[in-house]
């Protein structure tokens, strides 16, 4: 049904494109003289039936959903959500839209069938009301468009008004999906802060985010102090700048400087793959690979780690960060100028001092940047530490004990869940403000480095 | 370069530098070498690692693409199966009676020992056949000739991954289930075709019936919706920042905020999608449309600061051009500079698509990591995409989906390198140097 209102609307389009091309060629075949080109006309139309016709599309599509559930709901008898809670509450609504479905499971009550029913009616009407609208408004709009072709219309400028505002809207598109993290993270960490106090969240030393399920169940009441989870991200990120640091920076300078042309052309782009392979790899590497490999060693010298150290994930995580900082270090120190070079070679420095001493000096604020940039990747990454890394969160900076990252929490505690109303899945959102605002300052900061160094030199 | 004699250096004082510098020529020298050492051995680390990822996966991976699977010849029993509803019926009984002709020396009516023989077949092995039943209500009262998949323990077993040497107690196998197979082996019904089942089969609880067919459906709805929603937003604000915007504040601020969220962590995009789409709009859990969505925002970023380098490559000369014989400024861009753009543009798109392909995190929060047996037939059914798929049999504790993960990565790789080979094509084809 929608896909038949988007073909309607496909053919309107065309349809009013083709009509006013048409009726503007006939005016020019009277001899007159048109304003505009005659696909002007036409594209005129097109736009002036597509544009208003798609936002209203889109617009019953993303309410049609909610209002048809709440026309649903009212329809049911008296009383029937009272006295549950809203988790209760959703499984009841969840039965009935899988009966609408055609998924029977047991034998329901007979008001939930009825109510199914209801729904699958109402969604038939609302289908075909969006229907009977796209074809009316296109009609009308197709009218009014037919109507404008006249020999002085400025068909051009109306239709490139219109593209220029579809642009616009496109730019501020990615304001828009700002302002929805902005706005959707701090809704809910709101919600949070109303349950646990705000202070025992950035202060806490502990971390159970584990409710009880039932009203009478000893289990602990859930401790939300985030302390451990936040030093359990930076042990990882500080193991995986160990390794992508040093790593990246020796293969930037030597890439840029010593390497022959042959080779620089063939290891730089198979760095890059190192770049290109999705997290989810990575996290299988380090528990498949890297973890027992850690393990096997640590068993040989006599230590004793734990099964999802730290320093494997850290570990695979700064592999994954080497072509990152190396292609930054490496734009770095090709934008500094190449008298800086060339005077230090001038005066007999060795091409390794001058590297040293001169180079790279030069181009610290770009590497600094580039390096500020992979720490919030570190931060931010997911899938490796929520394979490789543990999930109990632990007071300790040893790399070699298993620790809990800021990102597996907030996935663990939502998978799985849907309903925000309890501490525990709220509490994922608040770490994630944290996360959201933490990178949003680094990455500011470091964008602001890059691009100063890069007006210092230009 | 003439060589300075000591002789030809003159007074004294100069004489001793050179000699300092000469000296010392050595020591800086070694220096620099150690510098190069260094470098060296830091590319040659980060090549081994990528040597040992693909390694590990490959050798991992491979055995999943053969199946072990024993043929069987099984007498449809009229008086088992229900002609009225032929899904009911004792089908497992029939392979039961077939795999018992085998083995002469068990009693196949004790259910311990019957247990103990078909073990070795998968327990998708009576759907199989149920399958061809349904499909052909004419093998009622004939042998049938099937094929069914081992299982996974008998899988590994053949594969030599259970090793016949070590001791009973650590094997998963014991010695009488290896004689049992080894009889069936020697009877010739054994095979290891390759196994297609792997990209034919939608999900499963048993290693050896699980396929990726659902994930990479999945995949490919979820892929089709970023595009169709990133790809006109992405090239209309990019043409817009770039050959349109005012120099102003908005312009300023649109810019820093399209690189910041370049910069954003994955999962807070899955949050936002979780809070947003699932929370506010009601949109369906699980579905690729959401996850396509959220990768499409996901990947705006790329797709607009790539169209905006290959408008910026256009020369102005083109421009200039388009304008002296009277183009508009939208005429110019839409006739001359956006066609010369393109190969640049599909490019960058296409390696955004690539990143989006690969990403786990985002569609984990919005459900695609459900447990689901049957390949979606649109948008807006449950499914999972590759990667998730990944995450899901990675996490399962039967052995056979260590390597079935494996074989996915490679399955999910290959798409990627082609997708990026096609990127380069692309580019080197269409590419101008003006």
Same mark, same amino acid.
Request: charged share 15%; hydrophobic share 50%.
């Given at each position: ?11 309107? +389009? ?123 408004? *296109? ?32 730019? +501020? ?200 940039? *992979? ?84 | ?5 000591? =002789? ?10 050179? =000699? ?52 069987? =010849? ?18 497992? =009984? ?341």
């Amino acid at each position: 049904m929608v896909l038949f209102a988007f073909t309607m609307l496909l053919c309107a +389009t065309m349809l009013a494109y083709f009509v006013n091309r048409r009726a503007a060629l006939s005016i020019r075949a009277g001899g007159v003289q048109l304003h505009s080109l005659e696909s002007f006309h036409g594209l005129f139309a097109a736009l002036s039936v597509l544009v208003p016709v798609l936002v209203g599309i889109l617009l019953w599509l993303a309410l049609e959903g909610t209002a048809v559930d709440g026309f649903m709901l009212r329809s049911l008898p008296e009383g029937t959500f009272e006295g549950l809670d809203s988790g209760a509450s959703q499984l009841i609504v969840a039965e009935i839209k899988s009966i609408a479905g055609g998924r029977v499971f047991g034998t329901p009550e007979p008001w939930k069938i009825e109510a199914a029913e209801r729904l699958v009616r109402y969604h038939r009407i609302a289908d075909w009301l969006l229907v009977a609208l796209v074809a009316t408004s *296109a009609t009308i709009l197709l009218w009014f468009a037919r109507r404008s072709v006249a020999e002085q219309f400025r068909a051009r400028q109306s239709a490139e008004r219109i593209v220029l505002g579809l642009m616009i809207f496109c730019a +501020t598109a990615a304001i828009f999906v700002t302002i929805g993290i902005v706005f959707a993270l701090t809704f809910e960490t709101i919600k949070f802060f109303q349950i646990v106090p705000i202070t025992e969240f950035l202060f806490g030393t502990s971390w159970e985010p584990q409710i009880p399920i039932r009203e009478d169940q000893v289990a602990a009441e859930g401790a939300f102090g985030a302390v451990p989870v936040f030093l359990g991200t930076i042990v990882i990120s500080t193991v995986a700048l160990f390794v992508a640091i040093p790593v990246g920076l020796m293969t930037a300078i030597y890439l840029n400087e010593f390497a022959p042309h042959r080779v620089r052309k063939t290891v730089k782009p198979i760095l890059e793959i190192l770049a290109g392979v999705p997290t989810v790899v990575y996290g299988f590497f380090a528990v498949l690979t890297v973890a027992p490999a850690i393990r096997q060693f640590a068993a040989t010298i006599g230590v004793d780690v734990a099964p999802n150290t730290a320093l494997a994930a850290g570990g695979v995580m700064g592999i994954m960060l080497i072509p990152f900082i190396s292609s930054f270090a490496d734009d770095a120190l090709s934008a500094v100028p190449r008298s800086l070079r060339d005077g230090a070679l001038a005066l007999g420095a060795t091409r390794g001092e001058m590297m040293l001493n001169v180079l790279f000096p030069a181009a610290i604020p770009g590497i600094v940047g580039g390096v500020l940039l *992979a720490v919030s990747r570190a931060i931010g990454e997911t899938m490796i530490v929520v394979m490789a890394a543990g999930l109990i969160a632990k007071m300790t900076i040893n790399p070699l004990d298993s620790v809990t990252a800021v990102t597996v929490q907030i996935v663990t505690l939502l998978i799985g869940d849907t309903s925000f109303d309890n501490p525990k899945t709220l509490s994922a959102f608040a770490l994630g403000m944290m996360l959201f605002l933490i990178t949003l300052i680094i990455n500011i900061f470091a964008l602001r480095i890059v691009r100063k160094y890069r007006e210092i030199y230009d | 370069m003439t060589d300075i004699t000591p =002789e030809q250096a003159g007074s004294g004082s100069s004489h001793s530098a050179t =000699e300092l510098v000469r000296k010392s020529l050595a020591r800086r020298n070694r220096k620099q070498r150690v510098l190069q050492g260094f470098g060296i051995a830091a590319i040659f680390f980060a090549l081994s690692m990528l040597v040992i990822l693909i390694g590990s996966l490959i050798s991992t991976g491979y055995p999943a693409f053969t199946q072990t699977h024993v043929e069987l =010849e099984v007498y449809v029993d009229p008086d088992e199966v229900n002609p009225d509803n032929l899904s009911r019926g004792s089908y497992d =009984e029939m392979i039961a009676v077939s795999m018992g002709a085998y083995f002469p020396g068990v009693d196949m009516t004790d259910r311990t020992a019957a247990r103990e023989v078909t073990q070795i077949l998968s327990s998708g092995a009576q759907l199989l056949l149920r399958e061809r039943v349904i499909a052909d209500p004419s093998l009622i009262g004939q042998t049938v000739n099937i094929k069914v998949p081992a299982s996974d323990n008998f899988d590994q077993l053949n594969k030599g991954l259970v090793k016949r040497d070590t001791p009973e107690r650590l094997r998963r196998v014991d010695d009488a289930a290896i004689e049992r197979f080894d009889t069936l082996n020697e009877a010739g019904i054994i095979s290891t075709p390759l196994n297609t089942r792997l990209v034919t089969n939608a999900d499963s609880r048993f290693p050896e019936l699980a396929g990726l067919k659902g994930a990479i459906i999945g995949s490919f709805w979820a892929l089709l919706t970023c595009f169709v929603i990133s790809f006109p937003i992405g090239i209309g604000a990019a043409i817009y920042l770039e050959e349109f915007a005012p120099k102003n504040r908005l312009s300023d601020i649109i810019e820093i905020n399209i690189n910041n969220l370049a910069a954003v962590p994955s999962v807070v995009f899955g949050l936002l999608a979780l809070a947003v789409f699932l929370g506010w709009f009601g949109m369906p859990r699980s579905a690729p449309l959401v996850g396509g969505i959220t990768l499409a925002l996901m990947t705006l970023p790329t797709i607009i600061i790539a169209t905006r380098a290959a408008l910026k490559a256009v020369p102005p000369s083109i421009r200039e051009a388009a304008l002296g014989v009277g183009a508009s400024k939208q005429q110019v861009v839409f006739h001359h500079v956006l066609p010369l753009a393109m190969p640049g543009i599909l490019t960058g798109t296409i390696i955004g698509l690539a990143q989006a392909l690969g990403e786990t995190a985002p569609l984990l929060l919005i459900g695609m990591n459900a447990f689901i047996t049957s390949a979606p037939s649109g948008p807006f059914d449950s499914a999972t995409a590759l990667p998730t798929q990944i995450f899901i049999w990675a996490d399962s504790p039967e052995r056979g989906f260590v390597s079935r993960t494996s074989a996915a990565i490679l399955v999910l790789l290959t798409f990627l390198i082609s997708m990026n080979a096609i990127a380069i094509y692309l580019r080197q084809k269409f590419e101008r140097k003006w």
